[in-house]
């Protein structure tokens, strides 16, 4: 065991710090979905691609500025507000026509999937592009060095969970979601805009969602296709944690985040995630409610 | 009434089967092969609407199915060196088994659950076929030609891509399955599967055992487009992943609720509908994606019952 240690330690502390940082932007992306499902109780399957969009978006905002700092900058302010714009309008001119009926609601977001990635092929192209970094710093470890960018998304991520947590639990827009996701009919006889807390939820989940894409690109490239993998692992992440319970999805996250990070490092990253795919199911068979669920699904 | 039904819908049933077997005799060759991709692909709509429809189970991992069933036969014809024949039986036999497994996992979810963990199921199916790829030859996939051989009908020899065989192969797919899910859909055992869409837990009240209906449905469902899928990778002797991937799943939904989810010809409609839509859209443009997008957006808005729903609606009642 010692030996073992001692010649995979730096590797399984490298698993571990990539895993940590996965997590976190997993639990960004997740959390918007689990939002959208615990208020609003529909699945949204677009949001892989409000991700892929924030992402994209980045690379313009690079494009233009021709400044890595700036670009970061610009797009980690107006991604978020441009796709969570998106979200207000499909929530206004198609969720709200079709009355937020459950299975409507997924054939109707895969539309809207095939819909934004093929605009985002048209006006983006095929290619995978990259995008610089901010800054450069690296940390030095005895073993390896490690970059320093990583560990800031990891922060900023922490940062916007955090935010949030408070946002739910603090603020009067908070309340109104909470009112709303217990029991929408009594929320509006008490004078809860539902309507409004419904597009408010839909955008802050895309807004997320964008702000986990922006946080992305500087470490793995931006493409049209993007979107479909972290939809999934959100998928497993909400499942697990409990739809729509926001303590659940952050356990989830960390869970799934640093098991891959161990098996994409020591075996191969399709086996990670066929792991994970069968844990969902297992987990549904045994807790259908998920880990922190109401059981409601 | 039954009676009736029953009567009015095979006579509506077999005059489009026999105006199918007529357009071969007449079609030019382009069309021709399409048809006969579009009646496969339609028998695989068909199976997929025995779910839906009937049971009003939404799936998203139809794909595992059809991929199931295909890569059986495949695998089964490279390797164990059966017949085409076996093959085909092989490759039912092994998407039952697999349907039955999955619905005893899948079935003890509903409603948006019962769609997250089909589509998990079907991205772990698609995941393992790429994972043992020394096996099965992942993403490239690989051709059957060389080891199908030929056949004799009468006396006169066939190879499986002549297009006459493939036409009426799949015309005979296509005749079975319509005329399994109208006479199931018709006996007691399918109005129970419609009552467990209506109201489940009302069917469960008056003492039907749901669980088995609904695992019942799920078979037949899965065992059928297995089996459409076997028949495509032997008439198009090509076997591969993209038959595996989530698009794959989702064609099937959106061909169905185009042709009116719950009626039996309405997938067939469905699929040959946007077949030629995405046909005519690939030559201007090849972003055909925007366009099934475009599609499935408005019609949930504005056309949910499908076509074929509409009509039923409307004019012919007794439409099953």
């Known amino acids: 065991m010692s030996t073992w240690l001692n010649d995979n330690g730096p590797l399984l502390f490298l698993a571990l710090l990539d895993g940590t940082v996965t997590a976190f932007v997993l639990a960004l992306i997740a959390l918007g979905l689990s939002l959208v499902f615990g208020v609003m109780r529909i699945v949204n399957v677009a949001h892989g691609e409000l991700f892929m969009l924030g992402a994209v978006l980045s690379w313009f905002a690079f494009d233009l500025t021709n400044d890595p700092l700036w670009g970061f900058l610009t797009a980690l302010v107006l991604a978020p507000v441009i796709v969570g714009s998106i979200a207000i309008f499909s929530d206004r001119f198609i969720l709200r026509k079709i009355s937020y009926h459950p299975e409507s609601t997924i054939v109707a977001t895969i539309g809207l999937l095939y819909v934004i990635q093929q605009l985002t092929l048209m006006f983006f192209g095929p290619e995978v592009r990259p995008v610089e970094a901010p800054f450069y710093f690296r940390i030095q470890f005895p073993w390896f060095g490690y970059s320093g960018y990583k560990l800031l998304v990891a922060g900023m991520s922490a940062l916007c969970l955090s935010g949030v947590w408070l946002l739910m639990k603090r603020s009067k827009l908070g309340l109104y979601m909470r009112a709303t996701q217990q029991d929408i009919e009594i929320a509006k006889t008490f004078g809860v805009p539902t309507q409004k807390i419904y597009a408010s939820v839909f955008a802050l989940g895309g807004g997320l969602a964008a702000l986990a894409g922006v946080l992305v690109v500087p470490i793995r490239q931006a493409d049209h296709l993007m979107g479909l993998e972290p939809l999934l692992l959100s998928f497993i992440v909400v499942i697990i944690g409990g739809l729509g319970s926001i303590r659940g999805t952050i356990v989830a996250a960390f869970i799934i985040g640093i098991s891959d990070g161990i098996i994409s490092v020591f075996y191969e990253p399709t086996l990670a995630k066929m792991l994970a795919t069968l844990l969902v199911a297992m987990v549904l068979v045994l807790k259908p409610g998920g880990l922190y669920g109401e059981d409601q699904a | 009434m039954r009676k009736n039904s029953l009567n009015h819908s095979l006579l509506f049933q077999g005059g489009i089967l026999m105006l199918l077997f007529l357009l071969q005799f007449i079609l030019p060759t382009y069309h021709h092969s399409s048809v006969s991709k579009i009646m496969l692909l339609a028998s695989y709509a068909i199976g997929y609407n025995f779910l839906l429809g009937y049971t009003g189970l939404m799936s998203l991992g139809h794909a595992m199915f059809f991929s199931s069933g295909m890569y059986s036969m495949g695998l089964g014809i490279y390797y164990l060196e059966l017949s085409p024949l076996n093959g085909v039986i092989f490759s039912a036999s092994f998407s039952l088994m697999v349907s039955l497994i999955f619905g005893l996992f899948a079935l003890r979810t509903s409603g948006v659950s019962f769609l997250i963990v089909t589509l998990m199921f079907g991205q772990t199916f698609y995941l393992s076929i790429l994972y043992f790829n020394e096996f099965t030859f992942g993403h490239d996939g690989f051709s059957l030609a060389k080891y199908l051989g030929s056949f004799v009908i009468f006396g006169k020899e066939y190879l499986f891509s002549n297009p006459d065989i493939r036409y009426n192969f799949a015309l005979l797919l296509l005749t079975s399955y319509l005329l399994i899910t109208t006479f199931i859909l ?59 991937e989530i698009h794959h799943s989702i064609s099937p939904l959106l061909w169905t609720l185009l042709g009116g989810a719950g009626t039996v010809i309405g997938p067939l409609f469905g699929t040959g509908i946007m077949y030629y839509l995405i046909d005519f859209i690939s030559e201007i443009t090849k972003n055909y994606l925007l366009v099934v997008g475009i599609v499935l957006i408005l019609m949930i808005i504005w056309f949910p019952l499908g076509i074929m729903g509409s009509v039923r609606r409307k004019w012919l009642k007794w439409l099953p």
């Open chain 2, 186 to 244: 018709l006996s007691p055992v399918g109005r129970i599967l419609i009552a467990i869409r209506e109201n489940e837990s009302r069917t469960q009240l008056l003492g039907y055992n749901v669980f088995y209906y609904k695992l019942f449905a799920l078979v037949l469902s899965g065992t059928f487009s297995g089996v459409a899928g076997a028949m495509h990778g032997l008439l198009f002797s090509y076997i591969g992943t993209t038959f595996a």
